[in-house]
Each structure stands twice: as C-alpha cells, then as structure tokens.
C-alpha cells in the first residue's frame, strides 16, 4: 500500500497517537494486574487454584493467540492488495474472537452458577475487574472489526485511509492479545501449576 | 422547603430552591439576549468547531463559570465559618460536607484543569508554528468529555444530591456502605468522564508538540510554556490513569459488591494509594503550566530573555519527575511505618530544590531588566513571593514528625491554596490578560486589571495567612465550627474579610471583561512586544495560521528579527498540516456518555446500554464520516 | 508591593507574638515538643530562604522598574550564569540536609506502626483507643473502658493503641502532640511521652461523616496516684 508523503506524515502522528494511547491502556492494566496482586488470595471465599480449569483457559488462549496470527495474514493480504485473501482472514480473525469471547462467557457464567460473584472475595473482586475489562476490549474489537469489514466494501474509501483505519486497529488487536498473556501468567498460571 | 406546582408537592432545601431560581433567570437573560441578538450562529459554529482557539476559548468559558461557582461555595464556606458556633442558613452537617466537597472537586477539575488545557490550546500552536493541534477532532471530543463531566457533577446539586466525602473520596466512606446514596457516584462519574477528556487531550497536545513544530522550531528553542504543557500532558496520562482505575476500582465497590476498599480483605489504604498516585502529581500539574506561562510573561515585561532557560527546561523535567516519587507524604499518619515516612519526607524535600532554581532564575531574569508593571506582569510578579511562602509550609510539612501535627489541620488548609492559588489561579489570570488580544482580538482594561489584581492578591493572603495560625492552634479541616475558647475566632474572621476581597477582585474582572467588550476597540498583533511567535500572527488568531510557514532561528524567534530589524524568515516546504472539519458528533458522543453514565448513577442499566449502543453507533458514523476521505486516495500528486 | 512587605511582616510578628498561645508550638509532652521543635527548626531554616528572596525581590523590582528616566534603557539578554545557578542549588541542598537530619531522627523514633510492644515498660501506660461514628472509646489497662473522657498519669509515657470500628478516624489532642489516623482494618500504636498536667480537647481530624465535627473527647492529664484511684474507680 503505498502513500504519498502527506499521507505518511499524517499516518504517522496517529500513529504515535494510537501507541500513547495503548500506553495509557498498559498502564490501566498494569494498575488492575497490582489491584489483582494484592488481593489475591483472599482470606475468605474459594482460593484461585480451586476455581481456575486450566482447560477452559488453554482453549480460550488458543483461541485468542492465534487470532492475531490472523490478523497478521489479513494484513499482509491488504498490503498486496489481495482484497478476498484479506477478508477471509479478517472474518477468521472475527470468528476466534468470537469464540474467545464464548469460552469467557461461559467461564463467568460458570463462576456465578457456583456462587462465586465480584462481592464474594476481594480475590474475585480483582479478578472480575481485570479479566472483564480485557473481554470488554474483545468485544469491543469484534464490533471494530465489523465496522472494517463494511468499510471494505466502500468504493469510495480512499484504499490508503483504510490501510491506516486496518492499521491502527491491528496495533490494538495485538495489544489486547499481549494483555492477555500477561493475564495467562498472572493471573491463571500461578494457580494452575 | 415544600413548594406545590400543579398539585406536585416539592420538598427541596431552600439553598437548592435557590439555585434553581437563579439558574432559570441567568438562563433566561442568556436566551434572551442570544434571541435577541441572534447568536444562533455563532453558537452553532462553537459547537462544532475543532479549531483549537475556539476551543481553548471554550474550555476557559466554561472553566471559569465553574470557577464561579466553586468560588461562591467558599464564600459560603467562610461565611459558616465567620464566628464560633455559627449557623449560616443550611451550612452544617451534610450542607457543609457538599460544600467543601464541592468547592474542592469544582476547582481542581472543573476550574484550574480546564482553564488551563484552554490556555495550552490556545497558545502552544501559536508558540511553536503549528497550524492547529494534530487531532482536532479529538481535541473537541476531549473538551466535550470535560464539559460532560462537569454537567454530571453540577447537576448533583439541583438535584439536592451533591457529594459530601471530600474531593479525596477516601474510601470506605465514599464506598456504598456508608454513603449509600447517589451523591457519591455523582463524583465517581463527573470526575471519571471529564478525566478521560483531559486523558485524550494531554496525548494530543504531547503529538502535536512533537510533531507539528515549525522549521527551525529545536526543542531547546521552544517556549518554556510548551516545554511545562509537554512535561505537564505527560504526567496527566500517567496520573489521570490511575485515577481513571481508582474510580472504576470505587465504581465497582459501590455498584457491584466488590470488596477492594472494606470488608475483610479490602484496604482502605489502597485508596489513599491510588489516589494520591495521581493526587500529587496533580498538583504539578496544576503548577507547570502556570510555571511556564510566568516564566514567558517575565522575559517579555522585562524586555530580556529568560534567565538560564536550560535550567528552567531540567527543573520542569525533574520536578515533574519527582512529583512521582512523593504520594505518601499526604499519609505519614496512615502507619506506613518509620521507614516509609523517613523516605517520603526525604523525596518531598528534594523537589524544594529544582523548584528553587525557578524561583532564582526568574529573580535573575528581573535583574538589569526594565520591568513594565501591566497587569499580566503584576500578577506574574505577585506570584513569586507568594508562591515561596506557600514553599517555605511545603517544606514544613515535609518533616515528617512535625506533619503529624500539621496533617489534616487547617495549616495544611492554607498551604495548598498558597502555592495553588500563588501558581495556577495567578498564573491562569496573568495567562488570560496576556493571551486575551489572541483569544478575543482585546486587550482588557489595565486599571480594572489593577483593581482586580490587588484586592484578589491582598485577599489571598488576609484569607490564608491567618489560616497557618487557626491550624497551629488545632482546628480540623472539614469541620462546619469551632468553640468561643478555642482561640480560633480571631485568625478566622480575617479570613472570612480576605475571601470576600478576592471575591470582589473577581467581580472586577466580570467588569472588565463586559467594558472591554462594550468599548470593543481592536488591538494589534502585537500588543505586548512579545518575544515568541504567537505574536506574529494576527488578534485573534485565524483558523488558517502560519500561512506561510515561519522559520525559526532561535529562541525567541520574533525578538530575534526584531533586534535585527527586519521580517521573519518564510518557507513553503513544512510538513502537512493537521486536516479539520467543523462536526457535531463531538458533542453528540459526550453528550451520550453523560446521558449513558446518568443512567448508571440511577442504575438504570437497560437505558444506559441503550446509551452504550447510541455512542457506538457514534463512533462508526466518525468512522465514515471521517474528514480524511476527502484529502486520502490522491496518489502522489496531492 | 509595599502593601504586601507589610501584611507579610505584620503576618510574621502576629505568629511569633502569639506563640506562645498557639497550641501546637506549646505542647505539653516531650513527643509534642520535639515535634514543635521541629516546626520551629524548618520555620527558621526557612525563613532564610524567604528573607533572601524578599530582599533580592523588592530589589529587583524597585531598581529595574519602568520609569520615565530609564525609558529607552534597553536590557541585555543575559543567557545564565553557571556559577550563580550552582550556588542556589547547592545551598538549598545543604538546607534541607541539615533540616533532614533531625527529621529522619524524630520520624524514625516517633512514627506510629502496627507493631504493638509486647510487654509495658515501666512509666508506660497503655491505652486502648477505639473510634466509631461518631464517638471515642479509651479502655485502660485494667479493662475499665470509658467513653469520650480520657483520663492519663502525668509523666508517663502513653502507648495509644488504637483501631475504629467502622471508617478511618484521626486521634488528634494538639496541645499534647501530633496525630495518628485511627482504622478499621489495622491497628497502630503510637505513643506520646511524658504528657503533663492539664486540661485539653482532642478531637477527630480525618473526615468521617456528618458528625466529624463534633467527635471530639476531653483530655485531662492527672497525677500518677489519682490517675490509679480514677481506674479503680471505673471498675
């Protein structure tokens, strides 16, 4: 995808934009990962190692990784202009999100089957503000998604605008995605070993 | 009070009646003359503008009419507090609580915060050659975001709900146990939605300084008003973060049950933590901007440039450093323990020092200069004597063992508004008679400038000096009296006199913005002798500035050429420039979010999901709509 | 800027007129006065700076200010000067090292911990605190508890420890010394030294609800054999 000079500064500025933004999401994080830290576990309610099934995660995981891996063919497939290649990884992309967002539901919905709500333990309390807040990101990327999906479709889109648009959203996608590890390895791993 | 309209029968507080009252003529005054005069317009070009004077125009509006409002809540404040025992109208218990809950929050994140995001606004473009912010779509949903903010929380009052747990909130009792009632979720979401404004609008102001400096425009050349509103936009994304997930983390213990701040494992503490994470780096925040803004105004009214600008620009950086690395000293009576305490009081004295540096080398750019005394120059010199003092109790609470004394008395009281008032409230007034030629195309009346100056500079400190004394004799902040014997009366009704002259001094700035506007003469580009290039384009300054492109040769770039006597270097070969277009989706998007989050104070989750989904619906009409499409997609040729 | 000179220096000579009537700088235990000993330590070092920057303030504004005579005076540009903006640095530091000294000293021995001393020493009387909304409880070592009144033998040192019930609460009696917040999840010690005779009022420094302001308790320091007669008395 090839932009003109303009095009590229201005890219640029938003893309510095977008990155200073995801640090201020890292950082939201990073506070909701000490929130977690500290509270758990808690002196009353379930202990982690009790809750957690290390299937469910492994599978969500799989699930989420990967999907970035596909968005990484979406993107290569729009760089050299393959627009159907493109937005068959797209809606592989869409799809494992989706099933991330399945598997997370019904881990909550679980939980709360069990009894184990936010106001059961301050353990459960940081654990439903982080992890909810990552699937709120997820859920949120779906919706984007879609909205790229149409966008693509648009004859009158200018083609470099939706390469920035396909950008910007790649970054967070893979942001969300690196969230996510660290959640596997704060939150999950140290009670799932 | 009970009122019965139409068989509805009202029971309100006569204070809220009041308000209510009044906020119905001022509105119909506002209609009447907009009617009147047909102001529809301009009204409508406001809303949709992205122009960043505009917009700083508006973020100072809206500012100071919240300030107002603050500003009349501590004058009733002192009014309680006049003489022992006193009951003025409904000010004790729960009224007085709202008060001060009140006056607090407003000021600092209604008042001082967009007062001065309006200055940088206007004036960072205009200091380093850029031709608008780099997202000026963003930057009005950022103002947007704020002025939302700020509807939710004032709308509190109207509705006999304000907040009463202090503008620190400290939980547990701002959590849902013991203040059950909305009141409190009023500030959890105000200060949430307008803090996310001043999120995005500290990353735009950061990108834009980065990115759209004029030619020739080095870092080492900039305006030390963009070098405080660089360091200051850094540390709003990291402390308005943490508070932004203290909120949520509150949010959530009020609404659903979590147990972050009570019950067996929950850590008050860890509130306090949060809070002041962000609280003490605020408070530069609040002063950097102001730093800059003085150590600007100095040079020029000193006819000489400022005196060890790279010093200025180091002690920026590392006070904004430090300001980090000193949360706790607002909890040395917490029981951190006697290491913890030693550590905070060793790193708070060490911001002492570079803010000393400031001090001296303004003192020093006053040396061998010819000081012109016009009111932003007064207010700027006002400041320094001021703002040490207010230093000077800021070392002394830094003892550690002595703040145990201090800590939560009205000392502390009289400290933070010292150096506040001394640093962001002079610094926003020195910045508005400075800048007001670039907002409005006026220059405001020197004498009522004077007369405002002088009976708000004596008021402040009849109003806080005696403070110290009322602390040093034990008497508690946040508390609505005191005792004939307590030895508190005198030092208190001084006060009282002193926050009544500053109101007066205020009311001379309303004179002197209403003559100004009546007289209405125009006033040249350069009205000051300026030394930087804003004042090389036109008052007020165009949407279209910079046309063409100034080159920078140094600092001071237009004192330069003046010296020399001869016009600015120009170029045609700059960067691109931030693309604009007039929309009214910002306002559309916040007002959503406080339509959205008003739902969620009443917990009202299917109509605030109904809201979620109209501000999702927003975002992909920006999508697009985005103002891009007609500039993208022209090849090389554009 | 004369107006201000004089309502700065009026300021200064009401505070040290009236000190000796200001509560906090007069405190009547030894924790208290080491503690006024400090505010006095940081007031003097900082007065320095303040008289430096008054002087050379008033100076510089009076000799450089615009005037008739001095109207087509043009001003040097003067970048800096290394030597100058290294003194103002480095004086400040050896300041605030001579003022940390004692700080550190005082803060390490009087902070308040949780960590209760397991035995009572001799000439250490221990006091149970318990704040609630919106009154204060003292329970004394032989378990009589009393509400709102505290009752203490003069020169001895008090161990306060004290936890609330509900909010966080402040224990404050300025007369006597500092002040230590008061938790629902924690408890603290902090102990007062030497507390001498007298009548004083503490009350509740941290923000706790309607009432704050009226949690306030009455203090009153008695002799050391009283004081036993007082205790037994509860029981």
């Known amino acids: 995808m090839e932009m003109n000079a303009k095009e590229a500064e201005l890219f640029r500025d938003k893309q510095i934009g977008f990155f200073i933004y995801l640090g201020v999401e890292a950082l939201m994080f990073l506070t909701l990962f000490v929130t977690y830290f500290i509270f758990t576990p808690s002196s009353e309610g379930p202990h982690p190692s009790e809750i957690f099934d290390a299937m469910t995660v492994t599978l969500s995981s799989i699930f989420l990784l990967s999907s970035s891996g596909m968005l990484y063919f979406s993107e290569k497939a729009l760089s050299s202009d393959k627009k159907k290649s493109m937005l068959v990884w797209l809606g592989v992309t869409f799809l494992f999100a989706v099933i991330f967002m399945v598997f997370e539901i019904s881990e909550f919905s679980h939980f ?3 009894g ?41 889109f200018p083609k470099t605008l939706y390469y920035e648009k396909f950008k910007i959203f790649s970054y967070y996608w893979h942001f969300v995605d690196l969230v996510w590890i660290f959640i596997i390895l704060i939150v999950y791993l140290r009670y799932l070993i | 009070m009970e009122i019965s309209i139409f068989g509805f029968s009202i029971s309100a507080p006569s204070d809220v009646i009041a308000a209510w009252i009044s906020t119905v003529i001022m509105g119909g005054i506002i209609t009447f003359y907009v009617v009147k005069t047909n102001k529809f317009p301009l009204i409508w070009s406001y809303l949709r503008t992205t122009n960043h004077r505009k917009i700083g125009t508006l973020y100072i509006l809206f500012g100071f009419l919240f300030f107002s409002r603050a500003g009349l809540d501590a004058l009733l404040i002192r009014l309680q507090l006049a003489v022992p025992n006193n009951e003025f109208w409904l000010f004790q218990f729960e009224k007085y609580d709202q008060l001060f809950t009140t006056h607090g929050t407003m000021m600092i994140f209604f008042a001082a915060m967009p007062m001065l995001l309006g200055l940088m606004n ?3 473009p205009l200091q380093i050659g850029a031709r608008d912010l780099a997202f000026p779509f963003l930057n009005a949903v950022g103002f947007w975001l704020f002025f939302a903010g700020a509807l939710i929380f004032n709308f509190s009052f109207f509705l006999n709900s304000a907040p009463g747990i202090g503008w620190t909130g400290y939980a547990p009792l701002s959590t849902s146990i013991f203040t059950p009632d909305v009141n409190s979720d009023y500030y959890v979401f105000g200060v949430q939605v307008s803090g996310l404004g001043t999120i995005f609008t500290a990353l735009n102001l950061i990108v ?79 002063a950097l901007p102001a730093f800059g803004i003085f150590s600007d105004i100095i040079p020029t009214f000193s006819g000489k440039r400022i005196f060890g600008y790279s010093a200025m620009v180091f002690s920026i950086v590392l006070i904004g450093f430090l300001s980090f690395t000193v949360w706790a000293h607002h909890m040395l009576t917490v029981g951190l323990g006697p290491l913890l305490n030693t550590f905070f009081a060793i790193t708070t004295m060490t911001i002492a020092v570079p803010t000393g540096i400031k001090i001296f080398n303004w003192l020093f750019t006053l040396q061998g200069g010819l000081i012109r005394f016009t009111v932003p120059m007064l207010f700027s010199l006002g400041f320094i004597p001021s703002f040490v003092m207010g230093g000077v109790t800021g070392v002394m609470l830094s003892v550690s063992a002595a703040d145990f004394q201090f800590h939560d008395s009205q000392f502390v009281v009289a400290h933070f508004h010292y150096v506040i008032l001394a640093s962001t409230i002079l610094g926003i007034f020195a910045g508005i008679y400075y800048y007001y030629p670039k907002m409005m195309g006026l220059r405001l009346d020197e004498t009522l400038g004077k007369w405002h100056f002088w009976l708000f500079l004596i008021g402040y400190h009849l109003t806080f000096f005696p403070m110290h004394i009322t602390g040093l004799n034990g008497m508690p902040r946040r508390v609505f009296t005191y005792d004939p014997g307590d030895g508190l009366t005198v030092t208190n009704f001084m006060s009282t006199i002193g926050a009544f002259l500053m109101g007066a001094g205020i009311l001379f700035f309303f004179w002197n913005i209403f003559k100004t506007h009546r007289e209405n003469e125009p006033v040249s580009d350069d009205p000051w002798n300026g030394r930087t290039l804003e004042w090389t384009v036109p008052s007020p300054s165009p949407e279209e500035t910079f046309d063409p492109m100034p080159v920078v040769e140094g600092m001071d770039p237009l004192w330069i050429v003046k010296k020399e006597g001869r016009e600015m270097r120009t170029t045609t070969d700059h960067r691109s420039t931030p693309i604009a277009r007039d929309s009214i989706l910002p306002v559309l998007m916040a007002l959503s979010l406080a339509a959205l989050t008003f739902c969620m104070i009443y917990q009202w989750f299917i109509a605030s999901a109904i809201f979620a989904v109209g501000l999702f619906a927003l975002f992909i009409v920006r999508s697009f709509t985005d103002e891009k499409k007609e500039h993208y997609g022209k090849g090389e040729a554009s | 800027m004369k107006k201000l000179g004089l309502l700065i220096l009026s300021g200064f000579t009401l505070m040290l007129s009236g000190c000796s009537g200001i509560n906090v700088l007069d405190p009547k235990s030894s924790t208290g006065k080491d503690q006024a000993y400090l505010i006095w330590l940081s007031l003097g070092i900082m007065a320095l700076v303040l008289i430096v920057v008054f002087i050379l303030f008033a ?34 530091v050896i300041l605030l090292i001579i003022l940390a000294v004692p700080t550190v000293r005082i803060t390490m021995e009087q902070s308040p911990d949780t960590s209760a001393s397991q035995k009572p020493e001799d000439g250490t009387t221990k006091i149970e605190v318990t704040g609630r909304q919106f009154e204060w409880e003292f329970k004394h070592e032989n378990g009589a508890s009393v509400k709102d009144e505290l009752v203490l033998p003069e020169d001895e040192d008090i161990e306060f420890n004290l936890h609330s019930e509900d909010l966080i609460h402040s224990f404050w009696i300025p007369e006597l010394a500092g002040k230590v917040d008061v938790f629902p999840n924690k408890e603290l010690n902090y102990v007062i030294r030497d507390v001498e005779r007298g009548e004083y009022e503490g009350k509740c420094a941290e923000f706790c609800g309607v009432q704050h302001t009226n949690m306030t308790f009455s203090v009153k320091v008695i002799g050391k054999e009283d004081y036993k007669a007082y205790i037994n008395d509860l029981k």
């Not at chain 1, 997820?138 to 479709?153: A, D, K, S, T």
């Not at chain 2, 300084?209 to 540390?235: Q, S």
């Not at chain 3, 109207?71 to 540009?77: A, F, H, L, S």
Request: contains cysteine; charged residues 15%.
């Open chain 3, 59 to 92: 100076y510089f504004v009076y000799k450089y200010r615009y005037s008739e005579a001095r109207k087509d005076y043009e001003p040097v540009d003067v970048e800096g000067n290394r030597k100058l903006e290294l003194t103002y640095t480095i004086i400040p």
């Open chain 2, 122 to 124: 206007i004036v960072v």
């Open chain 2, 208 to 286: 834009t300084i980065i990115r759209h400096r004029a030619p020739g425009m080095k870092w080492f050349r900039m305006p030390l008003f963009t070098w405080a509103t660089f360091v200051t936009a850094i540390m709003i994304l990291l402390a308005f973060t943490v508070l932004a997930i203290a909120l949520y983390l509150l949010m959530f213990d009020r609404m659903f049950g979590t147990k972050f701040f009570s019950g067996p494992d929950g850590d008050p503490v860890y509130w306090q933590h949060l809070f002041w994470i962000f609280g003490h780096p605020e408070v530069y925040i609040l």
């Open chain 1, 112 to 114: 709360v089957s069990e």
């Open chain 1, 116 to 156: 184990y709500t936010t106001s059961t333990s301050s353990f459960l309390s940081s654990y439903y503000v982080l992890v909810g807040l990552h699937a709120a990101h997820v859920l949120f990327g779906c919706f984007w998604m879609g909205v790229l999906f149409i966008q693509r479709f648009l004859p009158q």
